[in-house]
């Protein structure tokens, strides 16, 4: 099973924040944002996403569409302040949701 230290981090396009994106087999994206302009904590631009305690996230299936509502009951587009722990039983979802469709 993936867990998030398997996310890997880039500097986001807006250049003060953090974009990861995990993708599942059947081309469904998990993507994990953080820095000022998200509903992360702390709310600032830190040198490395491992300074975050809390971050944004969102689910799109393979055409780019947000599919977060499948996954998290009462969800929006996207969440905001999701911990670690937060995100790891959120790829276990995804990942047991996938392989049942398969």
Not at 35 to 52: A, D, I, Q, T
Request: glycine share 6%; aromatic share 10%.
């Amino acid at each position: 099973m993936s867990t998030f230290d398997d996310i890997t981090f880039k500097q986001h396009p807006l250049g003060s924040a953090w974009a990861g994106i995990m993708s599942f087999d059947d081309g469904t994206k998990l993507s994990v944002v953080c820095g000022p302009h998200f509903y992360c904590e702390p709310k600032l631009s830190l040198r490395s996403p491992n300074e975050y305690n809390l971050f944004e996230i969102a689910i799109l299936n393979t055409s780019g569409d947000f599919i977060t509502e499948k996954f998290v009951e009462g969800a929006d587009q996207v969440i905001g302040w999701q911990s670690r722990e937060d995100l790891n039983k959120l790829i276990i979802e995804i990942e047991t949701k996938i392989t049942d469709n398969i």
